[in-house]
């Protein structure tokens, strides 16, 4: 068969093809098979090898105006099928703007949050302003500054989650007294609140991590009866004038003399339930008159100045305000049973 022959016969076989195919990939395969190093094309330079040298340049011009010919016709082709193609992906992935949109989840204000916002805004009303420090801090200003003594049983590894070089997570929010007490000098009227980890066993009351309002008032002429005055005054503002508190003498090393808040229990009405314990009170926070020995540690003269200071547990407060019998309930974040609990307590706060 003639060069031309053998050509007519490729180029009809190649257009039938090449209207039958329907996708890009089939573009693909024929290009391989016709214009690769062994395909249909390259098969047709044996006739160049067999032809005469005077016939050979007008033969190669054949087989290339041949190739050329085909593979402008696979260019067009390949163009109208990825044409093809995109508008099918388009029309698979367009947006249906007359569909009702998907329901739009609101998040909920954690309950713990809700609580240190109204904690703050009241002692903000009582004329306190917000100071803050580190959660990892160092043994200084957690312990040291504030008057532990070096054998303190807080200070064990069972309780306190340390760090190397000399860092920890603070276990209170009094470290912000050593903080604040550095760097300012009195008369200072500040709240603080914060996060705290204690290295102990959770239960249904305590957490190894839980939310603190320290607070504390240096200058001169401050008494223990304001204290109690300002504690007096607090509790109401949060839980209602009908709410019960009482103090505890009690110890801390960086207070003297000390106490403890308890608040009746709001659940059961004093009655003794799961979250009091049975006892029909709850702790709610530990405060005293700050020792002479941290004012003259942070070089304020306890000769001229007092001051008093309190941190109160917000988890607890919570716990209380809202029916949570579980301080677990806090960290398990399940917006469902937040939701729950501010439909049924929205006019708590
Ligand atoms: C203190 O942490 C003192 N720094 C408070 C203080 C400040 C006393 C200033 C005097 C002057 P206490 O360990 O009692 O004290 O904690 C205070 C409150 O935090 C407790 O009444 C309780 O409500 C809360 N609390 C303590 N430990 C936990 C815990 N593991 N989980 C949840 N709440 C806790």
């Known amino acids: 068969m003639s060069l031309l022959d053998q050509i007519d016969q490729i180029r009809s076989t190649f257009m039938e093809e090449l209207y039958s195919i329907s996708s890009s990939k089939d573009v693909e395969r024929m290009r391989i098979h016709y214009f690769g190093k062994k ?3 390259a098969s047709l330079m044996r ?42 992906r388009f029309a698979k992935e367009a947006i249906d703007v007359t569909l009702p949109a998907e ?22 009303s009582f004329g306190f302003s ?28 069972q309780d306190t989650f340390y760090f190397p070089k000399d860092y920890l997570l603070r276990t209170h929010t009094s470290n912000v007294q050593v903080h604040l007490m550095e760097n300012q000098k009195p008369p200072m009227k500040i709240i603080a609140p914060g996060k705290c980890f204690r290295n102990e066993t959770v239960s249904s009351r305590s957490h190894v991590f839980f939310h603190q309002i320290e607070g504390f008032y240096i200058d001169q002429n401050v008494c223990f009866t304001e204290l109690l005055e300002l504690m007096r005054a607090f509790w109401p503002k949060l839980f209602g ?20 808040v308890d608040i009746a229990c709001t659940q059961c009405q004093s009655q003794g339930c799961k979250l009091c314990k049975y006892t029909g009170w709850l702790e709610v926070a530990g405060a005293g008159m700050i020792h002479p020995n941290v004012l003259d540690q942070a070089k304020i003269d306890s000769e ?18 809202y029916g949570i019998e579980d301080i677990r309930t806090f960290s398990r974040n399940d917006p469902r049973v937040f939701e729950q609990v501010a439909l049924k307590y929205s006019s708590v706060l």
């Open 103 to 124: 329901p739009f989840r609101l998040g909920i204000e954690h309950p713990v949050q809700k609580v240190l916002q109204e904690v703050v805004a009241i002692f903000s």
């Open 241 to 260: 004038t009908k709410v019960k508190v009482r103090f505890r003498p009690s110890y801390f090393p960086f207070v003297e003399p000390g106490l403890e």
């Open 304 to 321: 001229v100045y007092q001051g008093y200071a309190f941190g109160i547990g917000v988890e607890r407060i919570a716990m209380l305000l």
């Open 39 to 41: 395909g249909t094309i």
């Open 130 to 157: 917000v100071g803050l420090a580190p959660d990892l801090d160092t043994e200084h200003y957690n312990f040291t500054g504030l008057n532990f003594a070096e054998d303190h049983p807080a200070k064990d590894m």
């Open 47 to 88: 006739f160049l090898r067999d032809a005469t040298p005077e016939d050979r340049p007008n033969l190669g011009k054949i087989i290339n105006d041949t190739k050329e010919e085909l593979s402008s016709h696979l260019e067009n082709t390949q163009k109208r099928l990825l044409i093809q193609e995109r508008q099918h």
